[in-house]
């Protein structure tokens, strides 16, 4: 295949979807250079070090059942991760410590208020039709070193 995919996959979808959304948009830090939220397909494409701010990355990460029999639905894993930038002095030293812990706390709320649908219902996150869409455990949340902190879950959806 040499030309480009028109269509969606789940990491794509759920990407668009979380970008359609102002209070997902309020919490993530932006590009200085071009204003483009700091959420990412796969891995994280930006420096957040010494920003003071957010990004989310969405990746792909197995499967949570076994596939159906009787029709064509997936159950694909997918991933949350969220990195934060601890607040700084004037000479870039973290400071707050406890800060970015909440901080990465409201990003994460924001999101995971849009992806775990506990009630289910059809969805559409860009041409991916998502029936379901349920957290699969508590975040983990850990120092990365250098003041930054990340927080990663995982949600499981039910695609068809």
Request: charged fraction near 15%; charge should be neutral; hydrophobic fraction near 40%.
């Amino acid at each position: 295949m040499t030309a480009p995919v028109n269509t969606d996959d789940l990491v794509a979808g759920c990407v668009k979807y979380l970008l359609g959304l102002p209070d997902v948009l309020a919490v993530l830090g932006k590009s200085p250079t071009n204003a483009v939220p700091y959420l990412y397909q796969h891995q994280l494409y930006a420096t957040i070090q010494n920003t003071q701010s957010n990004a989310a990355v969405i990746i792909r990460s197995g499967g949570w059942a076994a596939p159906n029999v009787h029709n064509s639905m997936r159950f694909p894993r997918l991933g949350l991760e969220i990195t934060s930038d601890q607040m700084r002095d004037d000479g870039n030293n973290p400071i707050l410590p406890g800060e970015v812990l909440r901080r990465i706390d409201v990003v994460y709320r924001a999101l995971d208020a849009h992806l775990h649908r506990p009630q289910s219902g059809e969805q559409y996150w860009g041409t991916v039709r998502v029936i379901a869409c349920t957290r699969l455990a508590e975040p983990s949340v850990y120092a990365l070193g250098g003041g930054l902190w990340r927080l990663a879950t995982s949600y499981g959806v039910s695609e068809g």
